[in-house]
Nanobody
């Protein structure tokens, strides 16, 4: 069993910050690429940021310079620091882990940014 649990979502005013956390647990025997995706109303789920086993990172153009993904391998936890939030960042944010070619997903956490 593999379980991913997100936390840290909530309500924030435009220009504010939030930090999301995702803890992976269960039958995990390696360090795996992890990432954050989001799905806004009427939109497809899209990649926000990913971090490799070697801590290389990739970001969607829309969040570059504002969001930072990081990981703590000892805790099997990935973080997403979100600064300068905009209303268009409003979405359900999902944690992801790629292990053995299979994509594991968390339950999602709601981020709402007010104008």
């Amino acid at each position: 069993q593999v379980h991913l649990v997100e936390s840290g979502g909530g309500l924030v005013q435009a220009g504010g910050s939030l930090r999301l956390s995702c803890a992976a647990s269960g039958s995990i025997f390696s360090i795996n690429p992890m990432g954050w995706y989001r799905q806004g109303p009427g939109k497809q789920r899209e990649l926000v940021a990913r971090i490799t086993t070697g801590a290389s990172t990739n970001y969607a153009d829309s969040v570059k310079g504002r969001f930072t993904i990081s990981r703590d391998n000892a805790k099997n936890t990935v973080y997403l620091q979100m600064n300068s939030l905009k209303p268009e960042d409003t979405a359900v944010y999902y944690c992801n882990m790629n292990m053995g070619g299979y994509m594991y997903w968390g339950q999602g956490t709601q981020v709402t940014v007010s104008s």
